[in-house]
């Protein structure tokens, strides 16, 4: 099979998106050729049977170029694929279906978010086979969905059987953009309450804002955590690559997530796959969690939930958290690994 794969950003050192470099090297083991037209080109070893085409932000080229470039890719490469893979982004559906359609080339569009907007709506119109995690990511009713999963690499979150913790501080860790839809100031409340009886505790949050909107939100979170007094508790990390997460992990006691996007947040399962214990109130982890979530998830904004959940799962017996630990990766591996998730995807796009 010939592909043409529609994305963001090729760039294994993103925080965000390296990951997708990974998807791409997995595909290429079973595809005959790849090529790549990314909105961005970053640092990359992907294998001779994948060519990328960068439409060219990392050099601060117009979005009218972006557009040329798009077009001239698409029409020269039309004779090197045979099927299109688009990644989150239904623009591109739009403006490349009219010609896709034309040349008889099958259209996949990867998408998983819990909002609808209306770029969505309209590229589903064109799409051939939508495809998400879970059917809470692509909210559009109709037969082109087929839900396959997330895929983690479960080789690179694994638990580490060696390390040793270097600090006596419960350590509660969180990954993410820092944007609204997050909900960090519930993880403030929670950990103003949380503070009251346990004071040896730390909260580090990794990622970083994307638009400016998220750097005010980013500003205000931390006006809210110094007027609480929570600064001691507090640390913003800033991004860390995809690929270098593990070692962050490896230093932290529970993972949180505040998230309301409604999508399966793959950080919270990176997080699964590396042993950790998860709080969430997403409730697209309903079903993955299955009898778990009872005890793992608490209601959207509800700082009290969060903060006696936080508390029971610090004060649990070693030998139950080690169940508990053993059976996060256990999910995620039978569910969501990378290998089983790239099989599921390649027989969509064939």
């Given amino acids: 099979m010939k592909l043409l794969i529609i994305t963001q950003k090729i760039d294994e050192n993103d925080d965000v998106l390296g990951f997708f470099t990974e998807w791409v090297r997995k595909l290429a083991e079973k595809a005959e050729r790849i090529s790549v037209v990314c909105l961005y080109k970053g640092e990359h070893h992907l294998p001779d049977n994948v060519k990328i085409f960068s439409l ?19 029409w020269k490469l039309k004779n090197n694929y045979d099927s299109v893979f688009i990644h989150m982004n239904p623009q591109y559906v739009i403006l490349g279906a009219p010609f896709w359609k034309m040349w008889s080339k099958k259209i996949i569009l990867w998408y998983a978010s819990g909002g609808v907007p209306a770029m969505l709506k309209i590229a589903d119109k064109f799409t051939d086979v939508a495809v998400a995690s879970t059917s809470e990511g692509y909210r559009i009713s109709g037969d082109k969905l087929v839900t396959i999963g997330q895929g983690v690499d479960i080789n690179k979150f694994k638990p580490d059987p060696d390390h040793k ?56 979170l931390k006006r809210t955590i ?6 001691p508790f507090f640390r913003f990390i800033g991004p860390i690559a995809n690929k270098d997460l593990p070692s962050f992990l490896q230093s932290a ?7 309301h996007t409604g999508s399966l947040d793959k950080a919270v399962l990176e997080a699964m796959a590396y042993g950790l214990p998860v709080l969430t109130c997403n409730e697209a982890f309903i079903n993955v969690l299955g009898d778990y979530g009872s005890l793992l998830m608490f209601s959207k904004r509800d700082a009290e939930s969060l903060a006696q959940k936080i508390n029971f799962i610090m004060n649990m017996p070693a030998d139950k958290l080690r169940i508990l630990s053993s059976n996060m990766r256990k ?13 599921r995807l390649f027989k969509i796009l064939k």
């Fill in 165 to 220: 913790p270097q600090t006596k501080k419960y350590k509660i860790a969180s990954v993410g953009r820092i944007t609204p839809s997050k909900d960090y100031e519930t993880l403030i409340a929670a950990a103003e309450i949380f503070k009251k009886n346990n004071r040896d505790f730390e909260i580090e949050i990794v990622g970083q804002p994307a638009v400016k909107n998220d750097v005010w939100y980013l500003e205000n």
């Fill in 56 to 74: 060219g932000k990392e050099e601060s080229v117009s979005r009218l170029k972006y557009l040329f470039k798009f077009y001239t890719y698409i």
């Fill in 226 to 231: 110094e007027n609480k007094n929570l600064s």
């Fill in 253 to 259: 006691d529970l993972f949180v997530n505040m998230s």
């Fill in 331 to 343: 999910i995620v591996v039978e569910n969501h690994g990378l290998d089983g998730f790239i099989d």
